[in-house]
């Protein structure tokens, strides 16, 4: 018989693997944690896609999706993975159902890096414009402005001339 082997989870963990079947019988300590997990999310905060595990927030405007539409997903998954990242390590975000300022983003996902795809500095008060694919360091946060994502899309000359422009600044934002 192959010997067992125990993995043992780390608390912050069980509550998200079963927020709906978690029973807690006489351990306060596992009790707490779970309620302190309830009590940080605020119901009133906009939701958002991903994890943010590595505080990276795209910020898109989206009249036809709760956060991005399905191809548009599929190509920032791309791009994601071609940065060596994934949905985990960002928080989408679609302004077009949350009008949010840059203080209150700030202060909700506390970015290091931000991506505004079709988003103009003056819809969240920022107190410059940058001009599009410009890498630019403010608060502790490198900012990049794109335009929208399906401008990007697709295999004409000028989708690939904005996707070449934006792996260009990509590459330099995350050191690639």
């Known amino acids: 018989m192959p ?10 963990l069980l509550p998200d693997l079963y927020k709906n079947h978690l029973v807690i019988v006489n351990e306060p300590s596992v009790h707490n944690k779970v309620e302190e997990k309830m009590v940080d ?6 939701e958002f896609l991903g994890k943010n595990q590595k505080k990276i927030s795209i910020l ?12 548009a997903l599929q190509f920032l998954t791309t791009i994601l993975t071609a940065c060596k990242l994934n949905l985990g390590d ?3 975000v679609n302004l077009n159902n949350h009008a949010l300022s840059y203080p209150a983003i700030k202060d909700w ?17 920022m107190p410059f414009k940058l001009p599009l694919y410009q890498v630019q360091r403010y608060d502790q946060c490198s900012i990049l402005f794109a335009p929208p994502l399906h401008t990007m899309m697709g295999d004409s000359r ?19």
Do not use: C
């Open 158 to 176: 000028e989708a690939k001339l904005e996707k070449s422009k934006l792996w260009l600044s990509l590459k330099n934002m995350f050191n690639l």
């Open 109 to 125: 996902l506390t970015p290091n890096y931000m991506i505004l795809f079709d988003i103009e500095a003056s819809m969240i008060q």
């Open 3 to 12: 010997e067992s082997k125990n993995l043992t989870l780390p608390d912050f």
């Open 60 to 71: 898109v405007s989206d009249k036809e999706a709760v956060f991005v539409n399905d191809p």
């Open 41 to 46: 999310s605020d119901p009133k905060q906009p």
């Open 90 to 92: 960002v928080a989408i």
